[in-house]
């Protein structure tokens, strides 16, 4: 498969799966902007099979993205992969996360994938805005990574020290949108530039 067509697939591998995590999270009986995004898909939940499904498509966009992007390649990977790590180790009820919640060791394995993934994609996103010869693709890159890097700051402070409540839930759905945003974004200038990087 070509390039151009592996940054295709991926753009609408995510926009498919961030569609289903979408919509697990509004069809929830609980209001669409509180607590974690991921406790759509903690057992017992209406549509966790919807989102864990549509996480599991992400992850495979993220990979078809890696195979299109030679320089980010191996992090998109492994980001990957911890995605459908997320996907595979779902949490329990609410996502209880330390130090204000008992949590469970799948809480802890399914959260540590979720934050390092994200963590790796920030630097995806670094190696890719360095190698973009397409100007579309560093200025889409630059934008991405200004919001990431103090949206992320902010989120994990807020877990830390107020734990789960509005304000993490709405940083984490603008966290996720920035990130899906970038992702398709990519993927489309991808495809549709045989040159959009350099050396790829």
Aim: proline share 6%; hydrophobic share 55%.
């Amino acid at each position: 498969m070509t390039r151009n067509r592996l940054a295709a697939a991926s753009g609408l591998a995510v926009t498919g799966g961030a569609g289903l995590m979408l919509y697990a999270l509004i069809a929830a009986p609980e209001p669409w902007w509180q607590g974690y995004v991921s406790e759509a898909g903690a057992a017992g939940h209406p549509y966790a099979m919807v989102y864990r499904l549509g996480l599991v498509l992400l992850a495979a966009g993220v990979a078809l993205l890696g195979r299109a992007l030679r320089r980010a390649r191996l992090l998109l990977l492994v980001a990957a992969v911890l995605a459908g790590t997320s996907s595979a180790v779902p949490c329990t009820d609410r996502c209880p996360l330390p130090p204000y919640e008992p949590t469970t060791p799948a809480d802890l394995v399914h959260t540590g994938a979720s934050i390092l993934g994200m963590a790796v994609l920030a630097g995806a996103m670094a190696l890719t805005w360095k190698a973009a010869a397409r100007p579309a693709i560093r200025r889409l890159t630059a934008a991405a990574l200004t919001l990431t890097l103090p949206l992320s700051a902010v989120f994990g402070l807020t877990m830390l020290l107020a734990g789960r409540g509005t304000t993490g839930a709405l940083l984490e759905r603008i966290l996720l949108v920035v990130a899906v945003s970038w992702l398709v974004g990519t993927a489309l200038l991808t495809a549709s530039d045989r040159t959009a990087l350099d050396g790829a």
